[in-house]
């Protein structure tokens, strides 16, 4: 490989390209595949909203909480090694999910997958981001956000296919086939590790305290609902307590899982807080659009994963467009724009009642929605990846995902209770609650492009990193100041 990463277009890149695409797509497949599949699980299950809230959010609760971890592991042992051991282990919660014969099953099965999740998803950016040229990195960031777009927003369709054409127990086990080319591809991808990991320790404390406190708020927020019951609200204090712990944590510990030096970077920051309110938005309304298809309008599996179709075909088309554009321009514009855009297609969703048709009562919301999805997200996550220094690759990626997860962990968890959503009570009649949601998830939106507008610099571009810094000391990680190499002088890169 020549020094400063392969060239976009090369053989390299496409294998890179491909193995990323695969392994991360199969996470963000199951997580919007779940979606369309909950009806049909809460039937079969006899699950109420309590249960199927826990079947997204288990998954969510240990893939935010470990996802740090993972990154970490990637930088220290190898990124393409953790990644196929995240591979491997979250086939196996799948063919567990999908031979699931209870709630409670489903429930540890969708943890484990989490668990899985976090190993790969970071990695799988992570090999990427090493892999190809600084310079080209905002058109490879691009085509993997529209092609892991594609995975999830062509989840409902998927999933609804065969939730209808035979059980929602395949939407689980889809994954097990898939997981074949992923392993062929990363054979042709090279290894990168960040050398000035190896001599430390592992974050172990970091680790328990993140994920017991993601658990214990998650749990309390679905259990305590409307009601002030004093177990759920132990538990959610409890939780927020140990996340405070988890922050001392890491400012005090010689190797944190995550470094507070990342966040010193002003560009780094506000890209994450952009994460934060967008991704909330995404995570409360994605789960009650689809839902709401269903049990409110009487579409099919099916049909409402064919009404999602839209958002499928213009992140394909536009996602890599906007890593282009953003590369030339400079990423606030678009991390802007593309929110305020996407708060619109949620003000139109949220309008959709009952008898309304499609082309003129869901299909305006969801193609506007589409349109802003693909504007944000190929620069919001080249905007992260470019605000830190070469080394931190794996953890940067793995800060942001965590971010976006956490954003959804907390959507599903708190959006319903909020909005006041009833999901039994549901019909002809109306959606208790919908419109509430999804007006809430709009102004959500629309803090996030306020934070963009406010916190997001144009950058300037300078001399890229070369992909031999990988292999040499780093010199002034994550530095914050005006002159160092983050996304600030890294436009080039997003």
Same mark, same amino acid.
């Given at each position: 490989? @020549?020094?400063?990463?392969?060239?976009?277009?090369?053989?390299?890149?496409?294998?890179?390209?491909?193995?990323?695409?695969?392994?991360?797509?199969?996470?963000?497949?199951?997580?919007? &595949?779940?979606?369309?599949?909950?009806? @049909?699980?809460?039937?079969?299950?006899?699950?109420?909203?309590?249960?199927?809230?826990?079947?997204?959010?288990?998954?969510?609760?240990?893939?935010?909480?470990?996802?740090?971890? !993972?990154?970490?592991?990637?930088?220290?042992?190898?990124?393409?090694?953790?990644?196929?051991?995240?591979?491997?282990?979250?086939?196996?919660?799948?063919?567990?999910?999908?031979?699931? *014969?209870?709630?409670?099953?489903?429930?540890?099965?969708?943890?484990?997958?989490?668990?899985? #999740?976090?190993?790969?998803?970071?990695?799988?950016?992570?090999?990427?981001?090493?892999?190809?040229?600084?310079?080209?990195?905002?058109?490879?960031?691009?085509?993997?956000?529209?092609?892991?777009?594609?995975?999830?927003?062509?989840? *409902?369709?998927?999933?609804?296919?065969?939730?209808?054409?035979?059980?929602?127990?395949? @939407?689980?086990?889809?994954?097990?086939?898939?997981?074949?080319?992923?392993?062929?591809?990363?054979?042709?991808?090279?290894?990168?590790?960040?050398?000035?990991?190896?001599?430390?320790?592992?974050?172990?404390?970091?680790?328990?305290?993140?994920?017991?406190?993601? +658990?214990?708020?998650?749990? #309390?927020?679905?259990?305590?609902?409307? !009601?002030?019951?004093?177990?759920?609200?132990?538990?959610?204090?409890?939780?927020?307590?140990?996340?405070?712990?988890?922050?001392?944590?890491?400012?005090?510990? *010689?190797?944190?899982?995550?470094? /507070?030096?990342?966040?010193?970077?002003?560009?780094?920051?506000?890209?994450?807080?952009?994460?934060?309110?967008?991704?909330?938005?995404? !995570?409360?309304?994605?789960?009650?659009?689809?839902?709401?298809?269903?049990?409110?309008?009487?579409?099919?599996?099916?049909?409402?994963?064919?009404?999602?179709?839209?958002?499928?075909?213009?992140?394909?088309?536009?996602?890599?467009?906007?890593?282009?554009?953003?590369?030339?321009?400079?990423?606030?514009? /678009?991390?802007?724009?593309?929110?305020?855009?996407?708060?619109?297609?949620?003000?139109?969703?949220?309008?959709?009642?009952?008898?309304?048709?499609?082309?003129?009562?869901?299909?305006? !919301?969801?193609?506007?929605?589409?349109?802003?999805?693909?504007?944000?997200?190929?620069?919001?996550?080249?905007?992260?990846?470019?605000?830190?220094?070469?080394?931190?690759?794996?953890?940067?990626?793995?800060?942001?995902?965590?971010?976006?997860?956490?954003?959804?962990?907390?959507?599903?968890?708190?959006?319903?209770?909020?909005?006041?959503?009833?999901?039994?009570?549901?019909?002809?009649?109306?959606?208790?609650?919908? +419109?509430?949601?999804?007006? &809430?998830?709009?102004?959500?939106?629309?803090?996030?492009?306020?934070?963009?507008?406010?916190?997001?610099?144009?950058?300037?571009?300078?001399? *890229?990193?070369?992909?031999?810094?990988?292999?040499?000391?780093?010199?002034?990680?994550?530095?914050?100041?005006?002159?160092?190499?983050?996304?600030?002088?890294?436009?080039?890169?997003?």
């Amino acid at each position: 490989m @020549a020094a400063g990463g392969v060239a976009w277009g090369t053989a390299a890149a496409r294998w890179a390209l491909l193995a990323a695409v695969l392994g991360s797509g199969m996470a963000f497949l199951d997580g919007t &595949i779940v979606n369309v599949a909950l009806p @049909a699980i809460g039937e079969d299950l006899d699950a109420d909203l309590t249960g199927l809230q826990w079947v997204l959010d288990s998954y969510l609760v240990t893939l935010t909480a470990l996802v740090l971890l !993972g990154g970490s592991l990637g930088d220290r042992f190898g990124r393409r090694r953790i990644f196929l051991v995240g591979v491997v282990i979250f086939v196996v919660a799948s063919a567990a999910c999908g031979a699931a *014969p209870t709630t409670e099953a489903l429930v540890a099965a969708r943890a484990l997958q989490g668990v899985g #999740g976090a190993l790969l998803v970071p990695g799988s950016l992570a090999l990427l981001s090493a892999t190809i040229r600084s310079t080209d990195r905002s058109r490879a960031v691009g085509a993997w956000s529209g092609l892991t777009g594609v995975a999830s927003a062509g989840g *409902p369709l998927l999933g609804g296919y065969l939730v209808d054409a035979a059980s929602w127990r395949l @939407a689980f086990l889809i994954n097990l086939p898939l997981a074949v080319p992923v392993f062929l591809a990363a054979r042709h991808v090279p290894e990168s590790v960040d050398p000035d990991a190896a001599g430390g320790h592992l974050d172990i404390p970091g680790a328990l305290t993140a994920a017991f406190g993601l +658990a214990l708020l998650a749990g #309390g927020l679905i259990e305590g609902g409307v !009601g002030w019951e004093p177990l759920p609200v132990a538990a959610a204090v409890t939780g927020v307590a140990l996340l405070g712990l988890f922050v001392v944590i890491e400012r005090r510990s *010689p190797d944190p899982m995550l470094p /507070p030096a990342l966040f010193a970077d002003r560009q780094f920051t506000g890209a994450n807080l952009v994460t934060f309110a967008v991704y909330a938005g995404l !995570g409360g309304a994605l789960f009650l659009v689809v839902v709401g298809l269903q049990v409110a309008l009487g579409y099919s599996a099916l049909s409402a994963g064919l009404a999602m179709l839209p958002i499928t075909l213009l992140m394909l088309a536009l996602s890599a467009r906007a890593g282009a554009l953003a590369q030339r321009i400079g990423p606030r514009l /678009p991390m802007t724009i593309g929110p305020l855009v996407v708060a619109l297609g949620l003000s139109l969703l949220a309008g959709v009642s009952p008898g309304d048709g499609y082309v003129t009562g869901v299909l305006p !919301g969801v193609l506007v929605f589409g349109l802003g999805l693909a504007a944000t997200v190929a620069p919001l996550t080249a905007t992260v990846l470019g605000a830190v220094d070469e080394h931190h690759l794996g953890v940067g990626s793995a800060a942001n995902n965590a971010v976006a997860r956490l954003a959804g962990l907390l959507a599903v968890a708190v959006l319903p209770v909020v909005a006041g959503v009833d999901i039994a009570g549901a019909g002809p009649e109306g959606f208790p609650g919908y +419109a509430t949601a999804l007006r &809430i998830a709009a102004a959500l939106c629309v803090v996030g492009a306020g934070v963009a507008a406010a916190t997001i610099r144009t950058a300037s571009p300078t001399e *890229p990193t070369t992909q031999a810094s990988i292999l040499q000391p780093c010199q002034h990680p994550c530095r914050a100041d005006d002159d160092a190499p983050g996304l600030e002088g890294a436009a080039s890169r997003s």
